[in-house]
């Protein structure tokens, strides 16, 4: 591995562990708090510019309902026919986001609830007005439809609107899942994607939008009304974000006139073909950054590779040899630029030594040699500039990726958590209360490249700066990557051994020469 390389690399981990630093700073875990099935919600008697300081009834949940599909358990609770808890089957998980789609107007109101095959509906009605809640649910699919009558008995229908909320409570874990947390707005033209713990009680977005969301790690709950949103509030109760739609004023009615709202939602893992296969741009909601279109495109290298290893594991150890493959011309580019530049290094010390005082005119000196022998300074720069985006899209992508979640390779049980070869009764420094594997096999790795590497150096001062390198460099990334998901460290791994290899290759070809 050259100094260019693993320079890169530094430079690569050095940007996510700041980033990771920063963003655990911005967002810390705070202590859990049980706030059980109360749920707290603003009235919809002022517009969302002046809301913020509104007295916050509290509801408490006294009936429960249990609806279950192939696909997702949904606990219903009342007064309010809303959606209390949801776990996903296919993934065992609890959802990360409790007290769904609890209307304003709707807090106090105890419905009747009926079964159907593929709908539960909730019905209430008072002196004043009928209100009918159908949710119709999907066998196969992560989709809720939302169907929500209000017939006003009297004739005559609030002036104002209403507010639906999307949650009443966030399940927190850590500061790095925190850090996933996501809210979206699909706004005509834009999408607008704000962190959940970053937000503060006001209004969020204004005017009309398609659909909004909020995402963790791996799930993501969107809705989309039929009729355009108006706006998007949120309000912060000792650190629980919750996020409300402003939707528009029914108006006035006659009795026999029903208002019809409509939504469409999705509660379920961020899986692109999922969220496209509803027509409504949900997939938007998958985003990976500045890098996004790369990691894209391997994420959908990585998925064609399972579809052929059934093994999310196999599919790594692959993709790791195909990005090798499209990096090897430009490896070994870099490589002989190297060798080249490490050829002419008696000479540059030579006129270093001559020009010692006439910076100038060493300079000019030294681009001459280069050309001479026909050497580019700069020739192993552009492999350097291909690694760099491939490395931070995929970092992104592999830490996002669902499919990877409790997905298990050789002895690692989740390809989505670091391999816990080994759990320790107590914890140690650095590497907490765990051994990791992967890690290790990844610095006796890159030990041997260095001990490889140094064979070829000539110079009492090139070969002292290997041995320290030798030593320090493994140490440095089994540090960097001791704690990052197994995917990323066995793809660096087979990448770095495949690297290893090459540049063995090279160098005996070179001997020979």
């Given amino acids: ?97 409790e007290g769904l789609l609890l209307a304003s107007d709707e807090q106090n109101c105890n419905f009747k609830a009926e079964k159907t095959p593929d709908a539960i509906i909730f019905t209430y009605r008072d002196n004043g007005r009928e209100i009918i809640k159908r949710y119709s649910l999907f066998n196969h699919h992560y989709s809720i439809e939302l169907e929500r009558t209000v017939r006003y008995l009297n004739g005559e229908a609030p002036a104002h609107g209403y507010q639906l909320w999307l949650n009443n409570k966030v399940l927190r874990q850590s500061a790095q899942d925190d850090r996933f947390m996501e809210l979206a707005i699909s706004q005509p033209k834009t999408i607008v994607r704000k962190g959940l713990f970053a937000l503060k009680t006001g209004l969020v977005s204004s005017g009309n939008f398609d659909w909004a969301g909020i995402r963790d790690r791996y799930f993501t709950f969107i809705v989309h009304p039929s009729n355009k949103g108006q706006g998007v509030f949120v309000q912060v109760t000792e650190g629980q974000p919750q996020v409300s739609l402003e939707l528009e004023s029914q108006g006035l009615v006659s009795p026999e006139t029903k208002n019809v709202d409509k939504f469409t939602l999705y509660l379920g893992p961020q899986n692109v073909e999922g969220l496209a296969a509803l027509n409504l741009g949900f997939e938007n909601m998958l985003y990976f950054g500045f890098f996004d279109t790369i990691s894209q ?13 059934h093994n999310w594991g196999g599919a790594i150890l692959l993709f790791g040899f195909l990005i090798f493959l499209a990096m090897y011309p430009l490896t070994i580019k870099q490589m002989r630029s190297m060798k080249e530049m490490q050829l002419l290094q008696p000479k540059i010390k030579e006129l270093q030594a001559r020009l010692k005082g006439d910076s100038q005119k060493l300079n000019k000196e030294i681009m001459q040699l280069y050309k ?67 890690p290790i096999l990844m610095m006796f790795s890159m030990f041997v490249q260095q001990k490889v590497s140094m064979s070829t150096m000539s110079g009492s001062s ?50 020979a020469e």
């Fill in 1 to 97: 591995m050259t100094k260019r390389t693993i320079l890169a690399i530094i430079l690569s981990v050095a940007v996510l562990a700041i980033y990771s630093a920063v963003v655990s700073r911005m967002y810390p875990v705070v202590n859990k708090r049980d706030t059980s099935e109360k749920v707290i919600i603003l009235p919809a008697k002022e517009s969302p510019a002046t809301m913020v300081g509104v007295i916050q009834p509290e509801v408490s949940a006294r009936e429960y309902i249990t609806i279950e599909t192939d696909k997702l358990k949904i606990v219903f609770a009342n007064p309010g026919a809303y959606i209390s808890k949801v776990e996903l089957k296919e993934y065992n998980a609890q959802f990360f986001l």
């Fill in 297 to 309: 495109m391997l994420l959908s290298v990585l998925k064609f590779l399972f579809g052929v290893t």
């Fill in 372 to 438: 001479e022998h026909k050497v580019n300074p700069l020739g192993g720069c552009l492999p350097l500039l291909l690694q760099f985006p491939v490395f931070i899209a995929l970092y992104q992508a592999l830490m996002r990726f669902v499919g990877l979640r409790g997905a298990g390779f050789l002895w690692i049980k989740d390809l989505s958590q670091p391999d816990k070869l080994i759990m320790l009764p107590n914890r140690l420094p650095i590497i907490g209360n765990e051994i990791n594997l992967l």
């Fill in 462 to 511: 090139s070969a002292e700066q290997q041995k320290l390198m030798a030593i320090f460099m493994p140490l440095i990334f089994g540090m960097l990557f001791y704690s990052m998901p197994a995917a990323l460290v066995l793809y660096w791994f087979v990448y770095g051994v495949l690297s290893g290899a090459q540049q063995w290759l090279l160098m005996r070809s070179r001997r």
